[in-house]
């Protein structure tokens, strides 16, 4: 950052592709919020200031109905504690009577319930599919992915005795929402997808449960964990650095899951009532070898799942990635899980429109940035890692 003339410090970044960004000030080693942008978005455990950069047609807000979004507290008996999930209700469902759809949303590893209407958009994308009629008006579920704010509360590893969030929300989730909403409390009408760990949630679900959804969608993931091969996500390349070469050999199985879901997976009956089961992982991600994997190993069960690779590069996290690295897609991750619903590709509707942002503080202590790039689930950031005295400097860390 630069000091101008009336003693503010600050930086123009940019241009910017459309989408949402989190961002934050790191301050003398100290991650802070912008305190002069009331606009946030929550993660696990930490929250972030936002920033969306219009000209994105499918995400932007506009001018028609609009549908809201409630955070909803419940108490849930399996964990034996309060829990929040957003739920999502379209326009004019407070005035009518009848009933809707109901998807299931679930996050990816570090995000929380928050985060998919947040730094996502779903509400207005979800606004934007119906009034484009592209999508069946519906009632959005997102629920919180996490059972704790540590890095255990993910939920068990494929093949593990009991998995917290799976009991939540069988047990909670579905009963409160299907009590509370008016929902179509029916498979035909029930549908469930997942980012990255919340898309490994829905397998644990949807393969235990399938004879309550008929629209299964994995985004980014697959059975992680499962294939003792895998080299999992890992962290992403350095921008112009090539993607790492693909395994010479498919990745073993850990036959662990297989074996616990075995009566599921060979349930002829239940595999009549799924009308889509959707695969979507970008051609980059270090995820791609556990994807593929589990599409054969679900084929090889007899299911029929769609598997579609994004050649442009890795999805972002919820919503658009920060990405430092041209590989970015432009379209939202939030955008392929709800338009699968109706079994349409959104696609990157993204105008040739870039913009340029200018972040502006007030004079801090002295410390100077060094600017590192760290990796955080699908997106590259940088980070400030020492303060000097003497110096002075601001990074912004997206």
């Not at 202590?365 to 590192?372: I, R, S, Y």
Request: proline share 9%; hydrophobic share 35%; with cysteine.
């Amino acid at each position: 950052m630069t000091k101008a003339g009336n003693g503010v410090w600050e930086v123009t970044i940019g241009p910017l592709p459309p989408g949402s960004y989190r961002y934050n000030f790191n301050v003398n080693g100290v991650s802070v919020i912008d305190p002069r942008s009331p606009a946030i978005s929550e993660s696990n455990n930490n929250v972030w200031s936002l920033v969306h950069v219009p000209g994105a047609a499918f995400m932007d807000t506009s001018d028609g109905p609009h549908g809201a979004v409630a955070a909803v507290t419940y108490y849930s008996t399996a964990l034996q504690k309060f829990r929040r999930m957003h739920v999502y209700t379209p326009p004019g469902y407070e005035l009518g009577s009848g009933k809707f759809p109901v998807f299931y949303l679930l996050h990816g590893a570090g995000d929380a319930d928050d985060s998919w209407t947040s730094v996502g958009r779903a509400g207005f994308i979800m606004d934007n599919l119906i009034a484009a009629k592209k999508a069946t008006p519906m009632i959005v579920v997102m629920p919180a992915g996490h059972t704790s704010q540590t890095t255990g509360g993910r939920g068990a590893a494929p093949g593990a005795a009991a998995d917290e969030f799976e009991q939540d929300f069988v047990k909670d989730v579905m009963p409160y929402v299907e009590k509370t909403y008016r929902v179509l409390a029916d498979r035909p009408h029930r549908a469930i997808a997942g980012l990255s760990m919340g898309g490994s949630q829905t397998l644990n679900i949807a393969t235990s449960h399938l004879d309550q959804f008929t629209y299964v969608g994995v985004f980014s993931s697959g059975l992680i964990g499962m294939f003792g091969g895998s080299p999992g996500r890992g962290p992403a390349p350095a921008p112009g650095a090539p993607a790492a070469a693909p395994p010479a050999s498919p990745i073993a199985p850990n036959p662990a899951w297989e074996q616990q879901h075995l009566s599921a997976l060979d349930n002829a009956a239940t595999k009549k009532g799924l009308k889509l089961f959707w695969f979507a992982t970008g051609s980059e991600d270090g995820l791609m070898p556990t994807t593929k994997a589990t599409v054969e190993l679900f084929k090889k069960h007899g299911f029929s799942p769609a598997f579609k690779e994004s050649s442009a590069g890795t999805p972002g996290r919820t919503g658009a990635t920060t990405s430092t690295s041209s590989r970015r897609t432009c379209s939202s991750s939030v955008a392929h899980s709800i338009s699968w619903r109706t079994r349409q590709e959104s696609g990157c509707r993204c105008r040739p429109r870039r913009i340029g942002l200018t972040f502006v503080l007030p004079p801090f202590p002295p410390f100077v940035t060094v600017l590192q790039p760290i990796t955080y689930g699908h997106a590259i950031g940088y980070a400030m890692v020492r303060p000097v005295t003497g110096r002075r400097g601001h990074v912004l860390c997206a």
